[in-house]
């Protein structure tokens, strides 16, 4: 028997955490992953067993993970009958292992899983609305509806619904079907995929919905527990992606919702009801603080580059660093000074983290230092006419810039330019 026969098994009875098997191979693999967004590959081995009880992912639905022999187990892939399970490390051919799934990871996954089947059945018997794909997504998941748009209140409609079924305590049972046999024709399937081996297997919820599916399922709508439809987004291609969490998400949703709303409760003074409001005002001032922030930056760089200009021994070269400003406030400053036989060099933003910077000069100065200066300041600028500017990662070296200006602005004075 064939691990895909194997998992068609156990994955009807998803109770089984622990199993024993043998190790069939065991090869040097790589494997890409994603971590916070970058990809990361990881070298370890591909490992197949005589059996095994750790899902592949499939059918929308992610993989199990879990141990075999102690050995953690990272991915779990179909090729063909087969299931691939990626280790860190090597085992040998013909060991005997001990395979320990992680069940809450797979409950979860089940409570999501057969969710979707409920809520794509009865979205097709109360509103004709086919379901097209779906993603089981980490925190919540999202079922496409082949519909453009959805009219007011037929999701509130459909939550209510599903919510009758899942208390109506309804069980859902798997059967294996050969694939000639003439109740396949009376399922709902999107069609099976081309590697496919072995009996049809059909997820039938009792006077519901029977669909052709390989994933884990609960075995009583009950234990889904409640499924909050959050709403709906457009989709693509006139699309509608329905977003739900099902079973034990919601648990988690309802926890971390009402730890927000009472911090944002603590934080604004009021209560839950009014936390919008609060939120709206406090935005509306911060606009006009940010407003009135901007014309006196303004004013200020004004009278920055009067100030200079007004003192007798002012010299040929000016710098500035403020914490608060932009590309304009620099501008300004270096534009009312004139750069002309002045070289300036000026940074807003953390004293020793990121910022902005501006050179601006004698252009065959700019052209020379300004590449040099970006170099200290970790960043990347470009300029033309006398002016070089652009981000800074760190003003850690902003003194370094600093002395380097000042030894080719003393050329200017000594007529080495």
């Known amino acids: 028997m064939n691990s895909q026969q194997m998992g068609q098994q156990h994955y009807t009875s998803s109770s089984s955490m622990h199993f024993d098997t043998c190790v069939v191979s065991c090869v040097p693999a790589e494997l890409t992953l994603e971590n916070n967004g970058k990809k990361e590959k990881l070298k370890g081995f591909n490992l197949k067993l005589k059996d095994t009880i750790l899902f592949p992912e499939g059918g929308g639905q992610p993989d199990d993970h879990g141990t075999v022999g102690g050995v953690p187990v990272l991915r779990v892939l179909r090729q063909g009958p087969e299931a691939v399970h990626f280790i860190s490390s090597a085992l040998e051919e013909g060991q005997e292992v001990h395979i320990k799934l992680d069940w809450e990871r797979r409950f979860d996954h089940m409570q999501q899983h057969s969710g979707q089947h409920l809520i794509t059945a009865l979205a ?8 097209t ?9 999202s079922i496409e509806l082949d519909t453009a748009t959805v009219k007011p209140g037929e999701m509130e409609a459909l939550e209510v619904a599903v919510n009758e079924k899942i208390r109506a305590h309804i069980p859902v049972a798997v059967n294996l079907l050969s694939i000639d046999d003439p109740a396949v024709e009376k399922v709902r399937s999107r069609g099976l995929p081309d590697d496919h081996a072995g009996p049809i297997r059909i997820v039938d919820i009792e006077g519901v919905d029977a669909n052709m599916c390989c994933g884990t399922h609960v075995s009583n709508l009950s234990h889904l527990q409640v499924i909050k439809i959050l709403g709906t987004e457009k989709g693509k291609k006139n699309k509608t992606n329905l977003i739900f969490i099902a079973g034990n998400r919601v648990l988690k949703y309802a926890e971390k919702s009402y730890s927000i709303e009472k911090s944002l409760t603590g934080l604004l003074k009021t209560g839950a009801d009014e936390h919008v409001d609060a939120v709206d005002k406090l935005q509306k001032t911060v606009k006009r603080l940010q407003k009135s922030n901007l014309i006196i930056l303004r004013e200020m760089a004004v009278l920055i580059a009067q100030n200079f200009k007004n003192k007798p021994d002012r010299g040929n070269f000016f710098s500035l660093h403020n914490k608060d400003g932009d590309n304009e406030f620099m501008n300004i400053i270096a534009n009312e000074i004139g750069f002309q036989d002045t070289v300036i060099f000026l ?3 953390e004293e020793k983290g990121a910022g902005l910077f501006l050179l601006a ?13 970006s170099e200290l300041l970790q960043g990347k600028g470009a300029g033309k006419a006398g002016h070089y500017q652009g981000k800074a990662n760190s003003l850690v070296k902003r003194a370094e810039a ?5 030894e080719h602005s003393c050329k200017l004075t000594a007529g080495e330019e």
Not at 402 to 406: D, M, N, Q, T, Y
Request: hydrophobic content about 30%; glycine content about 14%.
């Open 124 to 131: 097709d018997t109360m509103f004709g609305y086919k379901t």
């Open 133 to 141: 794909s779906w993603d089981l997504g980490r925190q919540r998941s």
């Open 347 to 349: 940074t807003v933003g």
């Open 361 to 373: 000069g004698p252009e065959n100065i700019v052209t020379e230092v300004g590449p040099r200066v």
């Open 402 to 406: 600093e002395a380097l200006l000042k």
